[in-house]
């Protein structure tokens, strides 16, 4: 934190000797000071802290007294003023240091650092008016266009992309400007990540970021395919009632295969897949593609703010809360062959459901034909009392406890190599394409094929014949974003369009257990509900079951509209009224309108089917 006093004592050069020992010892009661400014702070004793910061304001008054123009205490000050987050002071201090620097790399040194502090004003401006994306997200973005400005690092132009996602919600521009934001952050991310592995003495003759399809090439993974990729679309038609611009919502699936690769490891708390030769520097990203949280996995240097030999340090991503900015220091474990399927957001239910159980499906005629792999899983997969654990035990297979190793997640977690695998056998597919009628295929990120989709169906609902017998409504009470205003309003109009015949259910997530979540979606005629995880499952839904997703214009929110469509389940989409927060809203709404669709929809849906049908 006060690294750079430890370069200023450079700068005091040229007083008196005499001067010079009443002007340091000034200076080293500043850094004394600071430092039980900072301890006091951090152990709630603000009484204390800022009885030391007077005592720094009073060593800095008696110094620059004792000689005015030496550039050290001026910029002790402003490095003071940086970690207390007083911006305008520091900037003063900064301006003032450089007026007193000669030497062209010193002083090149200190624009770096007035520069910093530039940086600390505006990210702390942001942060304030962003209120963790409730509050203003339009100003917020231009605050992080000036961040991108002064360091076009990673994990800003994550941040951005992401503000660019709730934009799209009332600025389709922003789907575009989102995906080429991110993208950039990939590109810079490889930059910063090969630097980094030369500063450990790795020569990264070559290396790339690797999308899944490119895993195939010369040196790179083998692939044994498992399903080939097809130029065949599917989709969905929502009633044109809704007002969706994309009136049909079409797929198309690439490849499903098991990638092979050799001398791999696992790093951070998605378990990134990244080569370990001394020559190669490769990232394989899978199925999130540009939007892999890469920052918060891999260890990077800094090539957007170097020190004073102009040589890169390390980005401390955890900003302090990991030792040696989060680089693995205790010995790596290394495992002979395994099975991964760890991937981003893991302990997300969708994520979790449909693509880490979804790989681990894939995989399981190759670990029953090779007794020796181990499998790695979620350590969410461990506790006995989670759900991770309780849907793992409704699949139809089992695996020998001796033969998992499990991998933690969070925010405590190194980013850096966790685990190293000689023989990494990884199940993963081509990207899912939307296929927007007004522009080229997109590749879209976290979609699943449809064949692994309706495999997983299979897995988890018995071929046993689940009567249809209720409309499930889901609630969102109990969770942090999208709530839906007015839910009784809307739960009553859904009780009045449905026939008589059929219970009206609210599913909440948390109260039901995967057993009887499974039973309730299989025996569900209709399901409701707001985008979002529960809605995942639709997965055990018989096919022609009416889907209604209050959903978001971004394309980027297409998961369900994807599962829907290869679970043959007949889906509509009702926007929420739009608002900058787009997807991460705490709260979000219907309009009389659409609320008025909603029950359109479903009596359309209950008109083509005879009274007791099913029963």
């Known amino acids: 934190r006060f690294v750079v006093f430890a370069f200023l004592s450079l700068l005091a050069v040229g007083a008196s000797a005499a001067r010079e020992k009443d002007y340091d010892d000034y200076c080293e009661e500043m850094i004394q000071h600071a430092q039980l400014a900072s301890q006091a702070h951090n152990q709630g004793n603000e009484i204390e802290a800022n009885r030391q910061i007077l005592l720094v304001e009073k060593a800095y008054e008696r110094a620059i007294k004792a000689d005015p123009d030496s550039p050290q205490a001026y910029a002790h000050m402003a490095t003071f003023y940086h970690n207390a987050h007083k911006w305008e002071q520091a900037l003063k201090m900064w301006a003032e240091t450089i007026k007193r620097v000669d030497n062209p790399g010193m002083k090149e040194y200190m624009r770096s650092r007035e520069k910093h502090t530039m940086f600390g004003r505006i990210s702390m401006m942001r942060d304030e008016i962003y209120k963790q994306g409730q509050g203003n997200i339009i100003k917020a973005r231009e605050y992080v266009l000036e961040q991108v400005a002064l360091y076009d690092m990673p994990d800003i132009l994550f941040d951005l992309g992401t503000m660019e996602i709730m934009l799209s919600e009332i600025n389709t521009t922003m789907e575009e400007e989102s995906r080429r934001n991110f993208r950039l952050g990939h590109v810079k991310l490889i930059d910063a990540y090969t630097a980094g592995r030369k500063k450990l003495g790795n020569k990264c003759t070559h290396g790339a970021l690797r999308y899944p399809r490119e895993w195939d090439y010369e040196g790179g993974p083998t692939k044994e395919v498992l399903v080939k990729g097809s130029l065949a679309t599917y989709g969905v038609s929502p009633a044109q009632d809704a007002a969706v611009e994309d009136q049909v919502l079409l797929f198309r699936d690439g490849s499903v295969f098991i990638a092979h690769m050799h001398q791999v490891g696992l790093s951070g708390h998605d378990g990134v897949i990244v080569t370990r030769g001394k020559n190669n520097c490769s990232i394989y990203v899978s199925s999130a593609l540009y939007a892999e949280r890469l920052h918060l996995n891999v260890q990077i240097a800094t090539l957007w703010a170097r020190d004073m030999k102009g040589e890169p340090g390390w980005h401390d991503a955890n900003h302090g809360k990991l030792p040696e900015h989060g680089r693995t220091l205790t010995p790596i474990p290394k495992i002979s062959r395994a099975v991964s399927t760890i991937q981003i957001a893991t302990p997300s239910f969708y994520h979790l459901l449909v693509e880490t159980f979804g790989r681990l499906l894939l995989a399981q005629p190759l670990l029953e034909r090779d007794p020796t792999l181990k499998v790695i899983l979620p350590a969410l997969c461990k506790d006995t009392s989670s759900f991770a654990h309780k849907f793992l035990q409704l699949l139809p297979f089992k695996i020998d406890p001796k033969r998992i190793l499990y991998y933690r997640s969070g925010s405590d977690v190194n980013p850096d190599v966790r685990v190293e695998v000689e023989d990494l056998f990884y199940p993963a597919w081509d990207p899912v394409q939307l296929m927007p009628r007004d522009s080229l295929p997109l590749d879209a990120p976290g979609l699943v094929p449809r064949a692994v989709l309706t495999q997983l169906r ?158």
């Open 458 to 615: 299979h897995a988890f609902v018995s071929t046993a014949t689940h009567k249809r017998t209720r409309v499930l409504f889901i609630s969102r009470v109990t969770e942090t974003m999208r709530k839906l205003t007015d839910d009784a309003l809307l739960m009553d109009m859904v009780q009045e369009a449905i026939p008589s015949w059929l219970d009206f259910t609210l599913f909440d997530g948390g109260k039901h257990s995967p057993a009887e979540a499974v039973a309730l979606f299989a025996s569900a005629h209709a399901v409701i509900g707001v985008h979002g995880g529960a809605l995942s499952n639709i997965l055990f839904c018989q096919p022609g079951t009416a889907v209604i997703e209050l959903g978001f214009r971004s394309r980027h929110s297409r998961h369900y509209a994807s599962m829907a469509a290869a679970l043959d389940l007949a889906y509509s989409l009702v926007y929420v009224e739009p608002t900058e927060q787009g997807m991460a809203a705490a709260r979000v709404s219907l309009s009389s309108a659409s609320r008025a669709t909603v029950a359109t929809i479903l009596r359309r849906h209950f008109a083509q089917i005879p009274e007791h049908f099913e029963l």
